[in-house]
């Protein structure tokens, strides 16, 4: 990703909202939040999430702890933020013979959107925040009940 391709959306924990885009845009605003999170006892808890530089087949733009619905494959794909390396992962869902969701044991990089062909085979359904309920295990699922 080039840095003009660079972008990401901010996630306000206290109003549980996303903070809308036009304010993000302000250069203080942006200062103001990576100001907060430097500090040992913010004021306001945010969450920075990274566009990964991969759309979605709607033209969506995929950002971390976005879900996504791999139409070919029915896997579900969370995008989130490995703590060791600090680097977008994406962990994966299936789903069992019972039609169950169940979290598959290893995650993958994040170019397994560029290999799987996100923008043709991928939609975002939701995200971490607004829907956790998409990636409760155990809880039976159809891909038609996901499709936006």
């Not at 901010?10 to 903070?19: A, H, M, R």
């Not at 494959?73 to 490995?82: G, K, L, N, S």
């Not at 994406?90 to 995650?107: A, M, S, T, V």
Request: hydrophobic share 30%.
């Amino acid at each position: 990703m080039k840095l003009k391709d660079f972008d990401f959306r901010i996630w306000n924990n206290n109003s549980k909202t996303y903070e809308a885009e036009s304010v993000t845009e302000s250069l203080g605003f942006v200062t103001s939040v990576f100001k907060q999170l430097t500090y040992k006892e913010p004021t306001i808890d945010y969450e920075i999430e990274v566009f990964t530089g991969y759309f979605d087949k709607n033209g969506n733009k995929i950002y971390e702890n976005d879900i996504l619905m791999n139409e070919l494959t029915e896997e579900i794909f969370y995008i989130t933020r490995d703590d060791t390396y600090k680097m977008s992962e994406i962990i994966l869902y299936g789903k069992d013979c019972n039609g169950n969701l169940y979290r598959k044991r290893n995650p993958g990089g994040i170019n397994l959107l560029k290999m799987l062909v996100s923008d043709k085979n991928m939609s975002v359904v939701g995200n971490i925040h607004e829907n956790p309920e998409l990636l409760e295990e155990g809880k039976q699922w159809k891909l038609a009940n996901l499709e936006s």
